[in-house]
């Protein structure tokens, strides 16, 4: 399908192939250039903007439903944590120094970034066949047994079988497709709510959340669940053989199906 | 070198070029429609021209909510800031009689405005979002006389493209581009929820840009300057705003 089929290789690769563990040029890519790529800046952005979140939460550890919220109106929830404002009370003796400034900064340029790449993703994904290829579930998956079996060796820690090293399974896929089309979006939505001058020009996508502070609260636990995907999708990498599946994810190789997962093993 | 590789370095170096030179026009391009901020160098110079030059391209001529009556906020917070100076206290203490705005620049006619001579002018009331760029926000009634109708009094020169106000305050100043200078919800406050506008909401006199967040409503404003170019101004980067870590553009 790829280059090696129709482009003659040149001679130097067929040393290389003969030296090399793997046949590179017969093993297609485990994930595509688009797919390497677009993971990792997502996930550097996503690192910075959870930092600059972070910090910018700290001067306001506060929340609030409806429109308005500060600190003379009764809260929905606290963070127990201190704060960079002397004006919030915490509970602690201290105020942490100011870092907004540079938080707001990164924030705003890792959400382009983050947005920009995403964008990428989605319509290369589309028209390359991405989506029904590897994340929607196949025909024989879509039914509540299957799904009820794939939770069952899932609680039971059972270690992936050497196919799932080239293709995800049934709770992968679901995950994957709700951490694209509902979580990202909520969060991209929540931000734009909190802005201003997005605000007159689209009203509506802040009346429709109920408010600016319930636009920030979702956009506090839409956060919140973005963490938890990250944090089990980690362990999960760990769990399934992390060399192989981080070696997978950058350089696009992987064992050939027909090889024994030996890493993972 | 194989042909492959040759090949593919050529593509590669030609479309290095034309990735440079696109992002070289589309500057060009920017710069001239006046996309660019005043704090656009630096390492968060892009996403905060991103920012900035998306308000200007899509939101421009869109008007912040405006909500009902029963919507005002029972306690709008008054922020913590700095105890106010000498020349604020002797002002405070002659009932704000010789608080002058001072209004200079590229203007036909500068000159100093009393507190009266601002009421006299058409009175205009909002109710509005105060948001602070912390997170919490209040909704006010705000009454003032808006901007463009003191910059018509003046007379602005046709070149100019931003208005720099400052703060009794020598270290609270910002600027906004005439666009939004001259748009019908940028006011200069006197009054809020049917009173006088209180010190700890910057009174006797607040600009209000309810388009961006609270920094950018300065409080007790005494000067403004119209010009058409930033770099005069402090360290160049629009406002003191940037030279303490914070964007210049404030709508998000």
Not at chain 1, 199 to 227: D, E, K, M, N, Y
Request: aromatic content about 12%; proline content about 6%.
């Amino acid at each position: 399908m790829g280059n090696s089929a129709s482009v003659p290789a040149p001679p130097e690769a067929f040393v290389l192939s003969a030296t090399a563990d793997v046949p590179a040029a017969s093993v297609p890519s485990r994930h595509s250039l688009l797919v390497r790529v677009t993971h990792w800046v997502t996930a550097v952005c996503f690192v910075a903007l959870l930092i600059s979140g972070s910090e910018i939460v700290i001067s306001h550890p506060r929340f609030y439903w409806g429109e308005n919220g500060s600190v003379l109106t009764p809260v929905l929830f606290k963070l127990p944590i201190p704060s960079s404002r002397s004006l919030v009370p915490t509970g602690y003796g201290y105020v942490l120094p100011d870092q907004n400034g540079w938080s707001r900064y990164l924030h705003f340029q890792s959400a382009w970034i983050a947005v920009f790449t995403g964008l990428l993703y989605v319509i290369v994904g589309l028209l390359s066949g991405h989506f029904v290829k590897n994340l929607i579930p196949g025909r024989a998956d879509r039914s509540g047994r299957a799904l009820w079996k794939a939770c069952g060796s899932h609680l039971r820690f059972e270690r992936p079988g050497e196919e799932e090293a080239w293709s995800y399974n049934l709770l992968q896929r679901l995950s994957y497709l709700f951490v694209i089309f509902v979580l990202f979006p909520l969060v991209i939505w929540t931000g734009l709510a909190m802005s201003p001058a997005f605000t007159a020009a689209v009203p509506a996508s802040v009346t429709l959340l109920g408010g600016r502070q319930s636009a920030r609260t979702i956009h506090f636990f839409v956060s919140v669940a973005l963490v938890l995907f990250l944090v089990v999708h980690v362990g999960m990498v760990w769990f399934a053989g992390f060399r192989c599946r981080m070696r997978a994810m950058i350089t696009g190789r992987a064992d050939p199906p027909t090889v024994t997962d030996m890493e993972g093993a | 070198m194989s042909d492959l590789s040759r090949r593919k370095l050529i593509k590669g170096g030609l479309a290095a070029a034309a990735g440079v030179a696109g992002v070289g026009v589309a500057a060009t391009i920017a710069k001239s429609y006046g996309l660019i901020p005043p704090d656009h160098g630096g390492l968060w110079g892009a996403g905060e021209t991103l920012n900035y030059a998306s308000y200007k391209l899509l939101t421009r001529h869109s008007m912040a909510r405006e909500f009902a009556r029963r919507e005002i906020s029972k306690r709008p917070l008054e922020n913590e800031m700095a105890p106010p100076n000498d020349a604020f206290q002797k002002l405070q203490a002659g009932g704000f009689a010789d608080w002058r705005l001072t209004i200079d620049g590229m203007v036909a006619r500068p000159g100093a405005f009393s507190l009266d001579q601002l009421k006299g002018y058409p009175s205009r009331s909002q109710i509005t979002q105060l948001a602070c760029e912390e997170g919490w926000s209040y909704v006010a009634e705000w009454t003032g006389v808006p901007l463009s109708h003191v910059l018509e009094v003046v007379g602005v020169q046709p070149e100019a493209k931003y208005v720099v106000y400052f703060s009794i305050d020598p270290y609270w100043w910002d600027s906004i581009d005439m666009g939004d200078a001259l748009h019908p919800q940028t006011y200069l406050a006197y009054g809020m929820n049917g009173g006088e506008l209180s010190v700890g909401n910057g009174g006797p006199l607040r600009m209000r840009v309810p388009r961006q967040l609270g920094y950018k409503s300065v409080k007790f404003v005494t000067h403004l300057t119209v010009t058409d170019d930033l770099k005069k101004f402090g360290k160049g980067l629009g406002s003191a705003s940037p030279e303490g870590g914070y964007a210049w553009y404030a709508g998000i």
